[in-house]
């Protein structure tokens, strides 16, 4: 039977117990390479915490926060879809994989996300702020409505992601044209 718990500030921990995490808040805790697979946070802030090739197999996300973490090589692809929602600022997220998921308005804000995993991915109406991408996989993507302004060191095929309304600016369109390998000059 696992555990229930609500409202809970956890500092410095480097397990859980198995459990349900409601209302809960996490900070400087290292959870890299653990087993949080089958666990269920709704409405918790992870801040400070290094969840580096943490285990997610069936984990459930619910409107959770990242704050300040270091998440590599993070499988969210192995998190149970269900309610699937969470945003990131300031967080570490290089070779982590998003493949295949929903995660509709997703907001990143100052994020790394190197050679991260998008593929097949719904992102639409995410939000890309500040966010250094090189590397990202973009492939049968959908960014529909994202915002990318502000994102740098993109490579996205427009024949093969849809773009439609995505928002570039003209610092970055750059970025969609790689392919090509052409120069443009100010």
């Known amino acids: 039977m696992s555990e229930y718990i609500v409202s809970e500030n956890f500092i410095d921990k480097t397990e859980l117990v198995k ?23 709704t409405d918790c802030e992870f801040v400070n915490c290094n969840l580096s090739n943490a285990a997610l197999s069936d984990t459930a996300f619910r409107d959770v926060k990242f704050v300040n973490c ?21 967080c570490i997220l290089d070779y982590s994989s998003f493949y ?5 308005k997703t907001v990143f804000t100052k994020c790394r996300l190197i050679q991260t995993d998008f593929v097949e991915t719904d992102l639409s109406g995410a939000v890309f702020q500040e966010c250094d991408l090189s590397g990202a996989v973009f492939e049968r993507s959908n960014l529909e409505h994202a915002k990318m302004s502000t994102a740098y060191n993109f490579a996205i095929d427009p024949e093969s992601n849809n773009i439609n309304k995505t928002v570039f600016s003209k610092h970055n369109v ?12 100010d």
């Not at 750059?174 to 000059?185: F, R």
Request: aromatic content about 18%; hydrophobic content about 40%; charged content about 25%.
């Open 174 to 185: 750059m970025g969609l044209l790689c392919k090509y390998n052409i120069k443009i000059e």
């Open 70 to 90: 270091k998440l590599l090589g993070v499988q969210f692809s192995d998190c149970n879809n269900f309610s699937l929602a969470f945003s990131f600022t300031d």
């Open 19 to 41: 459990g349900e995490y409601e209302d809960c808040i996490f900070k400087n805790c290292d959870f890299s390479e653990y087993n949080l697979s089958l666990f269920i946070f």
């Open 100 to 104: 295949q998921l929903k995660i509709k």
